[in-house]
């Protein structure tokens, strides 16, 4: 759907690991975002980037870092996962600011 | 962002309108009311949005009272397929100025279960 891959799907891993998550368009869509959705607390922003290498934080970016080193990935990192990032993690593209996003389907990450 | 208020959840007949309410009392001027509903274990999908003047599209309509505290999602023949949460969200435009990078603030949304 609207040419948005999450990787992985599913991912299960330990306390201290290093994560990366990965958001893959083929739209060549300049804005790129990345959310969490925990139950009680819908969709959080975490990143976002407004272009290659322009990224910024959102209203949760504590333990989280992305980078976008072209325009179609997008990549989220949790340097030492702790078991609060349990969550959904969704990317979305949107063309400009004030064009709707478009999400993908979600990266569902356990934190044991 | 202004806050929306929607009714917690919903049922609808299938084959029938389902009419979604959702209010925003605070919204300003250079706000737009966008809709979005998820499906469950999907990704949220974009229905509609508008400014101020009624939109339609294939797959709902969105109707905007005239002092735009209040607006009305349409799914003029809903279907099964159609049993979602539907987020109603008011989002800034970046003629506002400042830091304006697309945000949206999902609230807690409507269930709306369709029923055969």
């Known amino acids: 759907d609207a040419g948005i891959t999450q990787s992985p799907r599913h991912k299960v891993t330990e306390t201290g690991t290093p994560v990366t998550l990965r958001c893959h368009q083929t739209e060549n869509h300049r804005y790129m975002y990345w959310y969490r959705q925990d139950p009680g607390h819908g969709l959080r922003l975490i990143h976002y980037s407004y272009g290659v290498k322009d990224t910024d934080k959102g209203e949760v970016s504590d333990g989280y870092s992305v980078s976008r080193s072209k325009t179609e990935d997008f990549l989220l990192t949790l340097e030492s996962a702790t078991s609060s990032q349990t969550s959904v993690y969704f990317c979305?593209?949107?063309?400009?600011?004030?064009?709707?996003?478009?999400f993908g389907d979600g990266t569902r990450l356990s934190i044991l | 962002d202004a806050k929306t208020t929607q009714p917690p959840s919903m049922d609808c007949a299938e084959g029938r309108a389902a009419n979604l309410p959702c209010n925003h009392s605070?919204?300003?001027?250079?706000?737009?009311v966008y809709w979005y509903r998820q499906i469950h274990s999907q990704g949220p999908q974009y229905i509609i949005h508008g400014l101020k003047n009624n939109e339609t599209n294939e797959m709902a309509s969105l109707i905007i009272t005239e002092d735009r505290k209040s607006s009305t999602l349409i799914l003029p023949h809903a279907t099964l397929r159609d049993t979602a949460v539907y987020y109603c969200?008011?989002?800034?435009?970046?003629?506002?100025?400042?830091?304006?990078?697309?945000?949206?603030?999902f609230g807690q949304g409507t269930i709306l279960t369709v029923h055969p």
């Open positions: 979305a593209i949107s063309y400009s600011e004030n064009q709707p996003q478009h």
């Open positions: 969200i008011v989002r800034v435009t970046s003629n506002a100025g400042g830091t304006s990078y697309g945000k949206l603030t």
């Open positions: 605070t919204i300003s001027g250079n706000e737009y």
